[in-house]
């Protein structure tokens, strides 16, 4: 007999799995792809699709809202373990990373009046107030020079997901975003080494076994997949 709990989690896992099914859905087909695409790719039935969204409208919005929110995880996480110059920049680059082959999302968060729907308009808003601090602490360490605002990252930021997006060759790519990010960079000295990614270490977020911090890419948060499994369970059950 299944318990109450365990129609919850199935219901967790059939909405992470339509949630996933869609982002990549909407980075190959465009934001017309059709719903029954997207049931297929997740292996459900159009009518769970249904049971969690009720419109194509809300699936997107959810797509897009879960980008934003895990964009701003990463900030968050960068802030709290990294020097403000190295945290901005890393920030950036995950953000160009995570977002390349997602041209909507980039439009979603640029446009002031696109999706105002009270989820997506939150997060979008939650995402500007962390770029906001993250710019403006690199700023004051000397790391960034002083005449770039919020906007003008945004833009920038975009255009670089844009640039990774058109090569093939991805670490070229990469090198081509580095160079356009290191424009942000004063002229002058800095108080910080003017590094993307730094050798500090950080810490597994399950057992608390130290990682060493990658060249590019977003920040290490597990040291396996034994860790990362773990905490995949633990959220699911949550």
Same mark, same amino acid.
């Given at each position: ?32 792809? /059709? ?10 039935? =159009? ?39 190295? =945290? ?27 999706? /105002? ?13 962390? +770029?906001?601090?993250? +710019? *403006? =602490? ?42 356009? +990010?290191?424009?942000? *960079? ?44 773990? =905490? ?7």
């Amino acid at each position: 007999m299944t318990t109450i709990g365990g129609d919850r989690a199935d219901a967790r896992r059939n909405r992470a799995k339509v949630l996933a099914a869609a982002g990549q859905a909407i980075a190959e087909q465009g934001l017309d792809v /059709p719903l029954g695409d997207i049931a297929r790719r997740a292996g459900v039935g =159009a009518g769970t699709v249904y049971r969690h969204f009720p419109s194509k409208q809300a699936l997107l919005e959810a797509v897009f809202t879960q980008h934003l929110d895990d964009l701003i995880a990463s900030g968050e996480r960068w802030a709290a373990r990294f020097p403000p110059t190295a =945290a901005f920049f890393g920030f950036l680059l995950d953000v160009v990373e995570l977002s390349s082959g997602r041209g909507h999302i980039c439009d979603v968060v640029t446009a002031d009046t696109s999706w /105002p729907r009270p989820l997506l308009t939150a997060s979008r808003l939650r995402f500007g107030q962390v +770029l906001t601090a993250l +710019l *403006h =602490a690199a700023q004051r360490a000397g790391g960034v020079r002083p005449d770039v605002g919020p906007e003008d990252v945004l833009a920038l930021t975009a255009g670089c997901v844009s640039m990774l997006t058109a090569r093939h060759d991805r670490p070229a790519g990469l090198k081509l975003v580095q160079l356009t +990010l290191n424009g942000l *960079h004063p002229s002058g000295p800095v108080t910080e080494e003017r590094s993307f990614r730094d050798d500090q270490s950080v810490h597994c977020e399950e057992c608390g076994a130290a990682l060493t911090v990658r060249p590019t890419g977003r920040p290490g948060r597990y040291c396996g997949a034994t860790c990362r499994q773990r =905490a995949r369970r633990r959220r699911l059950a949550g």
